[in-house]
């Protein structure tokens, strides 16, 4: 059973940092490219960032200007997003997803259940 746990959502005050967390089991995770998507309310779902297999490759959403970092520990089989510099505009519930290296919703197979980032003044 393929499962995929985020954790590390919360409150924050703009300007500030948060790293969000995502635990995948039942899959082989190495082969396994992983994605970071957000959604806002009365919003689709859109693109944050994404990294290879390796860790050797990533690719961000336009938004983020050099605010976020997308890393993986491929013996822990977790994803993380870094989020720095924090807007009103980032708050959303952030999902983690697996599947193909891209920026597109579609080519992600697997998903978490969602973890809730809020940023206040």
């Known amino acids: 059973q393929v499962q995929l746990v985020e954790s590390g959502g919360g409150l924050v005050q703009a300007g500030g940092s948060l790293r969000v967390a995502c635990a995948v089991s039942?899959?082989?995770?190495?082969?396994?490219?992983m994605g970071w998507f957000r959604q806002a309310p009365g919003k689709d779902r859109e693109f944050v960032a994404g990294?290879?297999?390796?860790?050797?490759?990533?690719r961000y959403g336009d938004f983020v200007k050099g605010r976020f970092t997308i890393s993986r520990d491929n013996v822990k089989n977790t994803v993380y997003l870094q989020m720095n510099s924090l807007t009103l505009e980032d708050t959303a519930v952030y999902y983690c997803a697996a599947g193909f290296y891209s920026g597109q919703k579609e080519n992600y197979n697997y998903w978490g259940q969602g973890t809730q980032v809020t940023v206040s003044t």
């Open positions: 990294i290879y297999g390796s860790g050797g490759r990533t």
């Open positions: 039942g899959r082989n995770f190495y082969y396994d490219a």
